[in-house]
């Protein structure tokens, strides 16, 4: 069980073009999703957290009109990266929590993207 | 002051030995959990042991214990009997305001420690 999964696990853009990630949790309902970014040999650092159907909090200095985030079901949230950058490029990482009485954050296998 | 704190940047260890990886963490919640997890090379993020904060035992999955000391305010991972399998990064993670409705979510995660299980 808790099974996150990432689609897709690696992509390929040039700059300016629009990346969509889909996280989904496949067993289990996730009311809080969240976004990470992870740089080669670093932490994971927190972008934004996203409940289903409201708005994403994001965290200081993520731009939310660079990050498009949406949580349009108890079961998928989605990160669109908008007219990326080679700076965007990164390991982008999801992460789901349970409905109910769990604490413990399934993580998906992360996105590796690379602007061209 | 950080909040999770990993002083190890790597550690090596043989085979069929056991180990700890530090993780000391600074908090004013009262109610807050611990969480470790193990990232491979493929990237992934796997969950591996959660300890909060009023549980008075220490947890323990499989080959995996956590040696909670409160007072201390550390949270250590003792992974026994090594395999080679457990080389990655492990990185310990704090989600503080526990069990209040609203409360944060996120978690806080350290700088990580390499494991090199040797032969």
């Known amino acids: 069980g808790a099974v996150v999964s990432q689609h897709p696990s690696w992509v390929i853009c040039k700059s300016g073009t629009s990346v969509k990630i889909e996280c989904r949790s496949l067993?289990?309902?996730?009311?809080?999703m969240f976004w990470y970014r992870q740089f080669p040999k670093q932490s994971l650092m927190l972008m934004a957290t996203?409940?289903?159907?409201?708005?994403?909090?994001?965290e200081q200095g993520v731009e939310k009109d660079k990050f498009l985030i949406n949580h349009a079901s108890l079961t998928l949230s989605t990160l669109t990266v908008t007219s990326a950058h080679p700076e965007d490029s990164s390991f982008y990482i999801c992460?789901?929590?349970?409905?109910?009485?769990?604490?413990?954050?399934?993580f998906g296998p992360g996105t590796r993207l690379l602007v061209l | 002051a950080q909040k999770i704190t990993q002083t190890q940047p790597g550690m090596f260890v043989q085979e069929k030995e056991a180990v700890t990886l530090d993780c000391t963490y600074d908090?004013?919640?009262?109610?807050?959990?611990l969480f470790w997890y193990k990232q491979p090379s493929s990237g992934e993020m796997i969950f591996l042991i959660y300890?909060?904060?009023?549980?008075?035992q220490n947890a323990t999955e499989g080959r995996y214990s956590l040696n909670f000391q409160k007072a201390r305010k550390s949270a250590n991972l003792v992974i026994s009997a090594s395999q080679l399998g457990d080389s990655a990064m492990y990185f310990c993670?704090?989600?503080?305001?526990?069990?209040?409705?609203?409360?944060?979510?996120?978690?806080?995660f350290g700088t990580g420690t390499q494991l090199k299980v040797e032969l």
């Open positions: 996203s409940n289903e159907g409201s708005k994403a909090t994001y």
């Open positions: 300890q909060g904060s009023y549980d008075e």
């Open positions: 908090t004013s919640d009262q109610s807050y959990g």
């Open positions: 067993d289990f309902q996730a009311t809080t």
């Open positions: 993670a704090m989600r503080e305001a526990l069990y209040i409705t609203g409360g944060g979510n996120k978690l806080t």
């Open positions: 992460s789901a929590r349970a409905l109910l009485g769990q604490e413990t954050q399934y």
